[in-house]
């Protein structure tokens, strides 16, 4: 059974572009999780989204934003990208308890 | 809120030893669970072990086995027999209602 993936892998943006970030979650999956590791700040929850609908979101501002697609797959948005966007993140699906995490997309701001 | 403390930033252990990390939590709800993940270098999120609050059995999973005392609030994680393999960054989570809450995590460096 495939894990869940994430693309790319790597992103490279400067400061005011927006980044498109893509997950797939783990077949089966109706929730999709959006997680930001910033250097210093451990992981933080940016977005839940389930059953297409964005359930909940972390305190972040609004340029952070996604969507889920009608086959659960997921996208982040970041608009006006900041320095300190810097970070990886991370995708989990989950169909219960246990959220399961892809490989990550690592963003660079300069 | 929920809190996670991981107090121990780094711990070196001999391969084939055991090794325990610590993990405290601070919740006012009567049910919740907790999990471990390993992060590699690589970056993903590696899932290791669930303990249900009301679970009476200390989860088990290979060589992790956490150890879940409900009063003082600890769920510390054991890994046995330690590989090289097992370097990696570790992080206890709670889940709190959708998401899930981590601690700072700590370093495993596994020494041959």
């Known amino acids: 059974e495939a894990g869940v993936t994430q693309s790319p892998t790597h992103l490279i943006k400067t400061r005011g572009q927006q980044a498109t970030l893509r997950c797939s979650p783990i077949?089966?999956?109706?929730?999709v999780y959006w997680y930001q590791q910033a250097l210093g700040l451990g992981l933080q929850f940016l977005l839940w989204?389930?059953?297409?609908?964005?359930?909940n979101r972390g305190n972040f501002p609004p340029r952070f934003s996604g969507r889920q697609f009608p086959n659960y797959s997921s996208e982040l948005n970041v608009n006006a990208l900041e320095l300190e966007d810097s970070a990886l993140y991370l995708c989990?699906?989950?169909?219960?308890?246990?959220?399961?995490f892809g490989p990550g997309t690592r963003l660079t701001v300069l | 809120a929920q809190k996670i403390t991981q107090t121990q930033p780094g711990m070196f252990v001999q391969e084939k030893e055991a090794v325990t990390l610590d993990c405290t939590y601070d919740t006012s709800d009567q049910s919740y669970g907790l999990f471990w993940y390993k992060q590699p270098s690589s970056g993903e999120m590696i899932f290791l072990i669930y303990q249900g609050s009301y679970d009476e059995q200390n989860a088990t999973e290979g060589r992790y086995s956490l150890n879940f005392q409900k009063a003082r609030k600890s769920a510390n994680l054991v890994i046995s027999a330690s590989q090289l393999g097992d370097s990696a960054m570790y992080f206890c989570?709670?889940?709190?209602?959708?998401?899930?809450?981590f601690g700072a995590g700590t370093t495993v460096t596994v020494r041959a």
């Open positions: 077949s089966g999956h109706t929730s």
């Open positions: 989570a709670m889940r709190d209602d959708y998401k899930l809450s």
């Open positions: 989204y389930d059953e297409g609908e964005e359930r």
């Open positions: 989990a699906s989950s169909l219960g308890t246990e959220q399961f």
